[in-house]
């Protein structure tokens, strides 16, 4: 059964930093396409980063140049390194995967597995 469980949600101030990951297990192919949304209450799930086994990383305008997506593939975790972190990057942060046929996508249709959440919360 494939699981994703992500970790490292926290009350921060602005201005950052703040890592998150997201192992996956149950897994068995070696390609696979991974990704961060987040979704605030009242409002739709956004993407937020994605990346594929190959590393080849994809942004949304809205964190380009301050979040950064990493894979460590030998264990399938992804991770989600957030700098200049802002109030309006409050939200539940899921992870996301799907493979083995997969695209780079922050299109949210495109995952059929997802993690739980877990809340960052940014104050100013």
């Known amino acids: 059964q494939v699981q994703l469980a992500e970790s490292g949600g926290a009350s921060w101030q602005s201005g950052g930093p703040l890592g998150l990951s997201c192992p996956l297990s149950?897994?068995?192919?070696?390609?696979?396409?991974m990704g961060w949304f987040r979704q605030v209450p009242g409002k739709e799930r956004e993407g937020v980063a994605a990346?594929?086994?190959?590393?080849?990383?994809v942004y949304a305008a809205s964190v380009k140049g301050r979040f950064s997506i990493s894979l460590e593939n030998a264990e399938k975790t992804v991770y989600l390194q957030m700098n200049g972190l802002k109030p309006e990057d409050t939200a539940m942060y899921y992870c996301?995967?799907?493979?083995?046929?997969?695209?780079?996508?922050?299109?949210?249709?495109?995952?059929?597995?997802w993690g739980q959440g877990t809340q960052v919360t940014v104050s100013s």
């Open positions: 996301a995967a799907e493979g083995p046929i997969c695209v780079v996508t922050i299109w949210e249709d495109h995952y059929n597995f």
């Open positions: 149950g897994y068995t192919y070696e390609t696979y396409c």
């Open positions: 990346i594929n086994s190959d590393g080849m990383p």
